[in-house]
Each structure stands twice: as C-alpha cells, then as structure tokens.
C-alpha cells in the first residue's frame, strides 16, 4: 500500500519555465512533509520541507504548496534552471512522539530534466 | 566535514552468503535509517534506529538485521541475501525534528 504517491514518473521542462511536481498522500497521521532532489550516484539531499501547520513554504525559486483537504502537495521551481535536472522524492512523516520524523515514508519519485 | 559514509560502495556477492553493509556519521545524530530504492518503488525504509540500542522495523525489514552499539555506527546484516534483495541502498542520519541527511548509497547485487 503505497501511502505517498507520486503519478508522473517524469517531466521535461524548459529553462526559465516553472517546474511543478505533485506527490499524494494517503495516511492523515502524516502532518510534515519534504521534498527530496537525488543525483546519480549520490545520496538523496533535503530541499525543503511543510508542516501541516501551514499552507506554503518558499526557499529561493523553491516553493512547496500543502493542501490538507485533498491531501496533497507539491513543488514549484521557478525559474527551472538546467541543474535541477534530477529525480525528486516527495517524503512524508507523522509525529508519533517516539519517533518524530525518524520515520519517513516516500514517494516513488519524478524524473524532472530542464532542457538548455 | 559533515557525512554520512557507507561501506562498500559497491558489492557483488552470492545466494546466502552473509554480508554487512557499514554506516556511520559524524554528526553525533540521535536517529539513523537503513532504506532501499528500487524503480518505480522509491526509498522504503528498512529499519531505524531512536538510539543506542533502540531499533525498530520499518516498512520493508524482511531478511535484514541492525544493530546500534554505538551512536555513530549503524550496520546493515544480511544474514542470507537473496535475490531480491539486489537493490541500491542508503543510510541517513538526524536528530529528532530534523531533515535526514543521506549516505552516498552502496549497490548490491546478489546472484
């Protein structure tokens, strides 16, 4: 039972254009939500990340968008630039006290390439 | 410089043939994660770990074995690897309500 889902397993956009990736949630325990961006051959780094609390969170040309009631989210690159060619993972968790946020669970994840 | 380091990198082993994966981080984290990604799955948790000597299952812990004896290190034990368990797997470490922060990924192939 995938509980993060991610539908679109790739998107090619052009330089300068928004980029928008979707991701899907299923478990309304889940109450902080990240974006993860991962190059070949390394290991997935934080991009930036949403607390339930709130509806938007912006970092630079990174802005991630929380609806609750559709239990979704997703991130926009504006402008896209040719390095954010790589896959992004959606990942979500649910504070438990005992593990808060040491349990994330992922999306499949979407293969974003920004042409020149 | 802040990491996360796994060994190895890579490794190509046979049907039942006990291997370990090494993690270890120098960030002096409270949390650590073992995860595997396969196509069209994502990262699924393996198993993680609170503290010393607290683990717990995570999404996928079939077939694997942790341990924490200490804070820095967090070894991954497949005490009899399978096929199916060729895959590309990550450490990551934390603290509480913080973002994880990821190895580079050992890949595994088991014959």
């Known amino acids: 039972d995938q509980q993060v889902k991610q539908n679109s397993p790739s998107l090619s956009v052009q330089e300068g254009r928004i980029s928008i990736l979707n991701c899907d949630y299923t478990?309304?325990?889940?109450?902080?939500f990240l974006w993860y961006k991962k190059y070949p051959a390394e290991g997935p780094t934080f991009l930036i990340s949403?607390?339930?609390?709130?509806d938007k969170n912006e970092d630079g040309r990174f802005t991630v968008f929380l609806n609750k009631s559709a239990k979704h989210l997703s991130l926009h690159i504006v402008p896209s630039q040719p390095g954010d060619s790589a896959v992004y993972f959606c990942?979500?968790?649910?504070?438990?006290?005992?593990?808060?946020?040491?349990?994330?669970?992922f999306g499949q994840g979407t293969i974003l390439t920004v042409h020149p | 410089e802040a990491q996360v380091t796994q060994n190895p990198r890579y490794l190509i082993t046979v049907t039942g043939k006990k291997l370990t994966v090494t993690c270890s981080q120098n960030?002096?984290?409270?949390?650590m994660s073992w995860y595997r990604q396969d196509p069209g799955l994502g990262l699924r948790q393996i198993y993680y770990?609170?503290?010393?000597?607290?683990?717990d299952k995570g999404d996928v812990p079939e077939g694997y074995k942790v341990s924490r004896k200490e804070k820095r290190n967090f070894p991954l034990i497949l005490e009899s690897p399978s096929p199916n368990q060729t895959s590309l797997y990550f450490c990551?470490?934390?603290?509480?309500?913080?973002?994880?922060?990821f190895g580079p990924g050992t890949r595994l192939l088991v014959l």
């Open positions: 960030m002096n984290h409270e949390y």
């Open positions: 949403i607390s339930s609390i709130k």
């Open positions: 478990n309304s325990m889940f109450d902080y």
């Open positions: 990942a979500a968790s649910a504070f438990t006290g005992g593990t808060s946020y040491g349990k994330l669970t």
């Open positions: 770990s609170m503290n010393v000597e607290v683990t």
């Open positions: 990551a470490s934390s603290n509480p309500m913080e973002t994880q922060y």
